[in-house]
């Protein structure tokens, strides 16, 4: 995906495909990702050329209508978003993390690019919607200020105030918790991977 990125969140399965369908029918991007997401969302990703996105985005929001229900379009996306949006994850010991926790996938993304462009942070995950409710979160490390600075810019972000579920901002995480927050997020699969000690 380079240099711009646009997401679009649909309410509906059905009219999501058909929305994904108008935009690669529309324009050339480079791109195209879509699928469900809990609970019953619809996300279509695109990446490529400014104008191609764009021209993307009219078609998708056309097609879409009133279920559409979040979207952001990035035209200089940050790179550190795109590798963290395949799932690349940054771990690190990094003095702080801060944590923006939002209702929608299009909200975390906004936040987590401008937070990474808005200081000087690395932008350790992003998570979306699967085992989340639909809800996404983006954690940032580095030092307190840095990390305190790209929490209040990825939050001034976002596209609407009560897209915000929660924002942290942690100086001195515990070993403990640092390993479990760059490990698998889902609390099933950090348990059912715990051996007590001497255990087999």
Same mark, same amino acid.
């Given at each position: 995906?380079?240099?711009?990125?646009?997401?679009?969140?649909?309410?509906?399965?059905?009219?999501?495909?058909? +929305?994904?369908?108008?935009?690669?029918?529309?324009?050339?991007?480079? /791109?195209?990702?879509?699928? /469900?997401?809990?609970?019953?969302?619809?996300?279509?990703? +695109?990446?490529?050329e400014v104008a191609h996105v764009e021209e993307a985005r009219t078609?998708?929001? +056309?097609?879409?209508?009133?279920?559409?229900? +979040?979207?952001?379009?990035?035209?200089?996306?940050?790179?550190?978003?795109? #590798?963290?949006?395949?799932?690349?994850?940054?771990?690190?010991? #990094?003095?702080?993390v801060g944590i923006v926790e939002t209702r929608t996938v299009a909200a975390t993304i906004a936040a987590a690019d401008a937070g990474t462009k808005g200081a000087s942070v690395r932008l350790q995950s992003i998570?979306?919607?699967?085992g989340l409710g639909g809800k996404a979160?983006?954690?940032?490390?580095?030092?307190?200020?840095?990390? #305190? #600075?790209?929490?209040?810019?990825?939050?001034?972000r976002l596209p609407e105030p009560a897209d915000l579920v929660a924002r942290v901002v942690i100086p001195r995480l515990h070993q403990e918790m640092r390993d479990n927050l760059h490990a698998h997020p889902e609390f099933l699969e950090?348990?059912?991977g715990y051996r007590p000690e001497g255990g087999r």
């Amino acid at each position: 995906m380079r240099p711009a990125i646009v997401l679009l969140e649909f309410d509906s399965i059905a009219v999501g495909v058909l +929305a994904g369908d108008a935009m690669v029918k529309r324009a050339a991007v480079a /791109t195209l990702h879509a699928g /469900t997401v809990h609970p019953g969302k619809y996300l279509v990703l +695109a990446g490529g050329e400014v104008a191609h996105v764009e021209e993307a985005r009219t078609a998708g929001r +056309a097609a879409g209508g009133h279920r559409l229900i +979040a979207e952001i379009f990035l035209p200089e996306v940050h790179p550190a978003v795109v #590798e963290a949006l395949v799932g690349r994850r940054q771990a690190g010991a #990094e003095d702080a993390v801060g944590i923006v926790e939002t209702r929608t996938v299009a909200a975390t993304i906004a936040a987590a690019d401008a937070g990474t462009k808005g200081a000087s942070v690395r932008l350790q995950s992003i998570h979306l919607a699967d085992g989340l409710g639909g809800k996404a979160y983006c954690v940032f490390a580095g030092d307190v200020h840095d990390v #305190e #600075e790209a929490v209040a810019v990825g939050v001034l972000r976002l596209p609407e105030p009560a897209d915000l579920v929660a924002r942290v901002v942690i100086p001195r995480l515990h070993q403990e918790m640092r390993d479990n927050l760059h490990a698998h997020p889902e609390f099933l699969e950090r348990v059912a991977g715990y051996r007590p000690e001497g255990g087999r």
